[in-house]
């Protein structure tokens, strides 16, 4: 079949603008199944290329200025067509969920509209093949991202955390464009498959600039993929409905980071990549994405919202991938393969928080909730299958496949890093397992949650089909088939599996302990509930400056170069020289005799001696 | 009157000689000189009748000068007018407003940045007219020959016999070209005189309420 | 021998003694008499000028001596005239100071 790759970019970007401009006004359900329906045929389509033997190459020349050129194409290697498969499927079943979850929206023809643009931008950037026009699709996934989190904006609390995300995106990703300015100086180009070759015989430039390079586009993954410090908007931006935290912030845009960075990887080939991310730079980046994890596993046992413990979940498991991929190639096919994994069970996760919520009256306090195990059984049994995906549960979960190669990548790099992720590793199954212990077990503690029923059906397919991939998704056989990157690596029984499994034991153990037949918080951890105040610390020491110094700069300009000296000045100037000029009228006849006189002495000069 | 006028002319006649050239250099400029002096008495004096008188004086030293330059008839034509009627008026005026030496009060309103300009102005014409003045070689006049220009009139006018005598008939020539050729100017002159006289009746005319 | 600069530098001062005069002086009247010695300096150039250039004749020209007269005859119609404006400006102000006839101002 001859499928056109360009659908995969048309079809979304069609379905965004027909429902903004021509469905806006009509109910919510056309909107929602036109939108549904898109995201199926994308699917379809992407199903459709991975099938193909023979694709062939889809670019065109959109700038050329002497040897600078810029083109719009789609490189369509094995790891995008994969990656392609995670973001259609999570698109569509999201749309499904939609359907029911946004049916009593007023606005959801806005948010349908959203959700397709998404969709867009972030097929663009997994299928560009180069890097500006991954830049490109880059800033429409922000802007896609701020207005579904912004989707209900007349809440203070919504507008000010797409406000959030947005601008600290914007701030990573000012050092990408230097970092790709920085490839442009390295290599000479921007695409992604003349890299490696414009690279083989530059061995000098590699050495001087490949590490500040690497540093520079690692900053638009902290700003996307928020590493700390840019980590504060992804908890704020559980403000957005949920199934748009369970496409964006938990599937692919956050996810967007690693694929960046795994595709500047491949691009350069094994020797080079190596060669760049063993620098300090890859250091770096290890490090980050271990503090990150570290600091949300840490946030995360003390929060007592639903959407937040799944968010510094996220947080959590990004970190793990940036540790993985700062460490080298074989991190990155780590990372990517954890990516796929995580795809699928955080989705799971979110759009199962999404149906306990919906049923329990829009309640997201997990202390308001419990005993749901007994009334909603089928999404309980969803939602726990995924959290032992997130656990990583060995052999029967997806997650444990894809963890274990980052811990052994991790332990064979760095022993310090190893012993981090080993101790995150505990305490993601003490807070999972916190999570499932108070929301499904014991009794109802709070009316909202006593009367919820089982989810609708249409809520549920997306969660059964999630559920079956959380579980087999880490198979060899599947993830071959499926996964973006995979090496085939047996599960070896050594000291990185003993540890792991040892650190799961450890920290359910604690988890059952403290948590069984609670009916409130017993643990009192303020530190950890505001999450470390790092908001307030950007408070009081950046935003507040830079709005004093930005108001002051509106202030200088505004109010004083325009207003007070080209306005007023050029008013007062005209009626300056006017009075000068009515000097000459004051009506005193010797003033005018000596004008004349005058006058006339100028006349005779210019006259007689001129 | 007319009989008078040529008598007075005639008296010149005594001195042909000196009167074929101009005034000797010394005259002129004793005369200038005192026309000078005069004038500037008209610009400084605080009184307006001592400006009046000086003003007086510069005119007779003119005309004066005029009778030097063999323009009898301007000359005499200056003191009878100016000086007998114009000057006379100017007298009558500043005695009808009873105008006085200007008083303290009103010495104390001259600005003198205005003075100082003004002298400013002046000096730089006076500077230009010099340079330019420099520039003219020495130009003397030409000396008048009065049998030749007897030729060009008619053998019977008074014209040619004066001419004959020596004599610059000056009257007799203007009143000659007045009635011949600018018959039509002499009347425009009568009218404007008329003008000026309707004028100024209407202007000193008491307002009509 | 008298030459015509002679004459000339003298006209030339008397105008410049009566443009001073005018620049100077407050008094309305003095200012009139200035402006009379202004033309007289004029005629007296005029006049220079005459005796300077003969005709064909060998006479000094009768057109440029009828010229000389009717600025004397217009000189005087418009002293009558200036006399009349201040004769008028005196009886509505009581005040000839030039400072004070300041109504055609601007404002």
Redesign the interface.
């Known amino acids: 079949m001859n499928l056109n790759p360009w659908l995969l970019l048309l079809i979304p970007l069609l379905s965004s603008l027909t429902i903004w401009w021509l469905l806006s006004a009509t109910k919510s359900a056309v909107a929602a199944w036109f939108s549904t329906v898109s995201s199926v045929a994308c699917l379809l389509i992407v199903i459709g290329l991975n099938q193909a033997e023979e694709l062939g190459a889809y670019a065109f020349n959109w700038i050329e200025i002497d040897n600078l050129v810029l083109s719009i194409g789609l490189m369509l290697d094995s790891t995008a067509l994969k990656m392609m498969l995670i973001v259609t499927g999570i698109g569509t079943l999201v749309n499904l969920f939609s359907t029911i979850y946004m049916a009593k929206d007023e606005h959801a023809a806005r948010y349908y509209a959203s959700l397709s643009l998404f969709l867009f931008s972030m097929t663009g950037i997994v299928l560009a093949d180069n890097f500006i026009m991954m830049f490109i699709f880059w800033e429409l996934v922000g802007l896609s991202s701020y207005l579904l989190i912004g989707h209900w904006f007349t809440k203070d609390s919504a507008a000010n955390a797409a406000k959030k995300a947005f601008l600290m995106n914007r701030i990573g990703d000012f050092g990408f464009l230097i970092g790709i300015l920085l490839v442009w100086v390295m290599a000479g180009t921007f695409h992604f498959d003349q890299l490696a070759t414009m690279l083989q015989d530059k061995p000098a430039q590699i050495a001087s600039l490949g590490a500040i390079t690497l540093a520079c586009l690692f900053c638009g993954a902290l700003g996307k993929s928020a590493q700390f410090p840019l980590h504060t908007w992804l908890a704020d931006a559980m403000e957005g409905p949920t199934p748009v935290s369970a496409l964006i912030h938990a599937a692919t845009m956050v996810a967007a980071g690693i694929y960046m960075l795994f595709r500047f990887q491949l691009s350069l080939g094994h020797d080079i990549a190596e060669m760049i991310f063993h620098t300090w730079a890859g250091t770096m980046i290890a490090y980050l994405g271990a503090a990150t994890a570290v600091i949300a596993a840490l946030c995360a046992l003390a929060q007592s919202d639903i959407k937040k413990i799944l968010a510094y979940s996220t947080l959590s498991q990004l970190g793990y991938m940036v540790m993985a991929i700062g460490l080298g190639f074989k991190g990155g096919e780590a990372a990517m393969f954890h990516l796929y994994t995580h795809a699928w069970f955080k989705a799971l996760l979110f759009l199962g928080a999404g149906a306990i919520i919906y049923r329990c009256h829009h309640q997201q306090d997990i202390w308001k909730m419990g005993g749901l195990a007994k009334r909603m059984p089928i999404t309980a049994l969803c939602f726990i299958i995924g959290s032992a995906a997130l656990m990583a549960i060995p052999i029967v979960t997806s997650g444990s496949y894809s963890k274990e190669q980052i811990l052994e990548v991790v332990h064979h790099e760095n022993i310090i890093l190893f012993w981090v992720a080993i101790f995150v590793a505990s305490l993601t199954v003490f807070y999972t397992l916190r999570l499932v212990i108070v929301v499904f077990s014991g009794f109802s503690r709070n009316d909202d949650s006593s009367d919820a029923k089982e989810a609708p059906i249409a809520m549920l397919v997306p969660l059964i089909i999630l559920a079956v991939l959380a579980i087999i998704s880490g198979l060899p056989k599947i993830a071959k088939i499926l996964a973006p990157a995979y090496h085939e690596h047996p599960i070896v029984f050594n000291f990185v599996f003993i540890s792991s499994t040892i650190a799961i034991l450890i920290g359910a153990i604690a988890a059952f302990i403290i948590y069984k037949g609670k009916q409130r918080e017993p643990l009192y951890l303020p530190v950890l509930k505001k999450a470390f105040g790092f908001d307030f610390l950007y408070e009081v020491f950046l935003v507040r400056w830079i709005q004093r110094f930005m108001a002051g700069l509106c202030q200088v300009i505004d109010q004083f170069l325009i207003s007070a000296v080209i306005v007023n000045g050029l008013a007062r100037l005209t009626a300056y020289i006017g009075q000068g000029l009515r000097q000459m009228h004051r009506g005193q006849l010797a003033l005018y005799h000596l004008l004349l006189s005058a006058g006339m002495v100028v006349l005779i000069y210019l006259f007689v001696f001129a | 009157m007319e009989q008078t006028k040529i008598i007075m002319i005639d008296l010149f006649s005594f001195v042909p000689a000196i009167l074929a ?5 010394g005259l ?2 004793i005369f ?1 000189l005192l ?2 002096v005069s ?2 008495v ?2 400084l004096a605080k009184n ?1 009748v001592t ?2 008188l000086g ?1 007086l004086a ?2 007779v030293t ?1 005309a004066a ?2 009778i ?4 009898f ?2 000359g005499i ?2 003191i009878l ?2 000086a007998g ?2 000057m006379v ?2 007298l009558f ?2 005695m ?2 009873d ?1 006085k030496e ?1 008083s303290e009060l ?1 010495m104390s ?2 600005k003198p940045a ?2 100082i ?3 400013v ?2 000096l ?3 500077i ?2 010099g ?3 420099s520039k ?1 070689p ?5 000396k ?2 009065h049998a ?2 007897a030729k ?2 008619d053998s019977q006018s008074v014209i040619t016999a004066k001419l004959n005598q020596g004599i ?1 008939p ?1 009257a007799h ?2 009143g ?3 009635s011949l ?2 018959a039509f ?1 002499l009347q425009l ?1 009568g009218i ?2 008329l ?3 309707i ?2 009746i209407v ?2 005319q008491k307002s009509s309420h | 021998m008298t030459s015509l600069n002679v004459l000339l530098l003298f006209a030339a001062l008397l105008f410049c003694v009566g443009l001073l005069g005018i620049l100077i002086r407050r008094s309305l009247i003095v200012i009139l008499m200035c402006l009379e010695l202004m033309l007289a300096a004029a005629m007296l150039n005029l006049v220079a000028f005459n005796r300077y250039h003969l005709d064909e004749t060998g006479l000094p020209a009768t057109s440029l001596s009828i010229f000389i007269f009717f600025i004397i005859a217009v000189a005087a119609a418009e002293a009558a005239l200036g006399l009349a404006i201040v004769t008028a400006i005196y009886k509505q102000k009581k005040n000839l100071n030039l400072n004070e006839l300041n109504s055609l101002r601007d404002c």
């Open positions: 050239n101009v005034m000797p250099l002129t400029v200038g026309m000078l004038a500037l008209v610009i307006p400006s009046a003003m510069c005119f003119l000068l005029f030097g330059l063999d323009a008839f301007i034509l200056q007018v100016y009627a114009v008026l100017f005026i500043i009808l407003l105008l200007p009103e309103t001259v205005s003075i300009l003004g002298i102005t002046v730089l014409l006076l230009q007219i340079v330019v003045l003219i020495t130009t003397l006049f030409a008048i020959n030749q220009a060009y009139f610059l000056d020539l203007i000659q070209a007045l050729n600018y100017a002159i404007i005189l003008l000026a006289t004028g100024v202007i000193g």
